[in-house]
């Protein structure tokens, strides 16, 4: 297993555009994570998943933003209208049960978000 | 809700020096605590971790934390720090309870070790 794969690496999009980002977490991991993370702050819990269940919700997450998780497997993260204030690196992670082992949370390198 | 403070956003040191880097939690019931560290062009590693036990908590590459419940603490340290060490640290916390409760992450202290 090759750890958690997000795509793109980057991208960039014009303001009102709609993206969609796409995590492939540790096969046999039954928890998945989006948070973002901004220049000088540290990572936001936006959601996440067990197994194709999406348990929580943050208030970061608008109703432009929706995550999905189809058979419990990769998730996609689609945001629409971008907005200026959505550039941000989006970081996917995953874990078996509760994160609570020896290697926690395993996170990818994330994607990098600009909107112009 | 759980929150972190990491005072530090950015601690220079001198390659073979001690450091540490502070991390203060903020919580109305028990907490897990966890250092992660980011490697320039790598994802988020687990250092280390406290859910229960000794206070003093280790890691194999020579860092150590102790969580300090009076003093809501848990301030990671190393005795004698190498240029490898050169990255992002961050502090993280979440309830024991089961069910929803992810972790949250402070804004990170950017580790500089100078040769």
């Known amino acids: 297993d090759t750890g958690v794969s997000q795509n793109p690496r980057h991208k960039i999009t014009k303001r009102g555009q709609n993206v969609t980002f796409r995590c492939d977490p540790i096969s046999e991991h039954n928890r998945l994570y989006w948070y973002r993370q901004t220049l000088g702050q540290g990572p936001e819990f936006l959601t996440y998943f067990q197994n194709e269940a999406q348990l929580e919700k943050s208030r970061l997450l608008s109703d432009r933003f929706s995550a999905e998780r189809p058979k419990g497997s990769f998730s996609t993260l689609e945001i629409q209208r971008t907005e200026q204030g959505d550039s941000a690196m989006y970081l996917c992670?995953?874990?078996?049960?509760?994160?609570?082992?020896?290697?926690?949370?395993?996170f990818g390198s994330g994607t990098r978000l600009t909107v112009v | 809700a759980q929150s972190v403070t990491q005072l530090d956003s950015q601690v220079p040191v001198f390659e073979e020096a001690p450091v540490e880097l502070r991390c203060n939690y903020s919580s109305s019931v028990s907490v897990y605590l966890f250092w992660y560290v980011q490697y320039p062009n790598q994802g988020l590693q687990l250092l280390l971790k406290?859910?229960?036990?000794?206070?003093l908590v280790e890691s194999i590459n020579g860092f150590e934390a102790e969580f300090n419940k009076s003093q809501t603490s848990f301030h990671l340290r190393k005795p004698s720090v190498h240029i490898s060490d050169t990255a992002e640290y961050f502090c993280?916390?979440?309830?024991?309870?089961?069910?929803?409760?992810?972790?949250?992450f402070g804004k990170g202290t950017r580790l500089s070790v100078i040769a």
């Open positions: 993280a916390v979440r309830t024991p309870y089961s069910g929803n409760t992810p972790l949250v």
């Open positions: 992670a995953s874990s078996s049960g509760e994160g609570l082992g020896p290697y926690g949370y395993t």
């Open positions: 406290y859910l229960s036990g000794s206070t």
